[in-house]
C-alpha cells in the first residue's frame, strides 16, 4: 500500500510541473507578441519623422531652386504631401504615412530674416 501513497504525490508533482511550464510559456508568449507590436508602432513612429524631414527637405529644394510657382518665395502658405489627390504626390510614401504637411511662414520668421519651414507628418498605426 505505500508504493501506492508515492504514486499519488509524484502524480500531483508532475501536475504541478507542467502547470509552472504552461504558465512561463503563457507569460513568454506574451511578452514576445508585446515587444512585436512595439516594434512595430516605433518603426511607424521613426518613418513618419522622416517622412516629415524630407518634407521640410523638398521645401528647402523648392524655395532654392525658384522655378515652380506653387512655391512662391513670399507669404505663408501649406502643401500637402500624400499618395494622391494631394499637392504633393509621392507614390513611395509607406503606407503608415496618412499625409505630412509643409509649412512655410513668411519672410523673416526664422533665423536672421530667413524663412521658417515645419512639417508635420500624421500617421496610423495598425496592428498586425
Known amino acids: 500500500m505505500p508504493n501506492c501513497n ?3 504525490v509524484i502524480l500531483f508533482i508532475v501536475i504541478g510541473v507542467i502547470m509552472v511550464v504552461a504558465m ?6 506574451r511578452i ?11 518603426l511607424s513612429r521613426i518613418q513618419a519623422q522622416y517622412a516629415a524631414k524630407a518634407g521640410v527637405l523638398y521645401a528647402l529644394d523648392k524655395l532654392r531652386r525658384n522655378d ?3 512655391w512662391p518665395a513670399s507669404g ?3 502643401k500637402t504631401m500624400c499618395k494622391s489627390a494631394c499637392d504633393i504626390n509621392i507614390l513611395s510614401l509607406p503606407n503608415s504615412i496618412q499625409r505630412v504637411d509643409i ?3 513668411d519672410l523673416g520668421s526664422g533665423v536672421s530674416g530667413t524663412r521658417k519651414i515645419s512639417a508635420k507628418a500624421i500617421y496610423t498605426y495598425t496592428p498586425q
Do not use: A, M, W
Open 6 to 8: 508515492k504514486k499519488g
Open 24 to 29: 512561463l510559456t503563457i507569460v513568454i508568449l
Open 32 to 42: 514576445i507578441s508585446n515587444q512585436s507590436r512595439l516594434t512595430h508602432h516605433q
Open 68 to 70: 515652380d510657382v506653387l
Open 76 to 78: 505663408q502658405y501649406t
Open 103 to 105: 509649412t512655410v511662414y
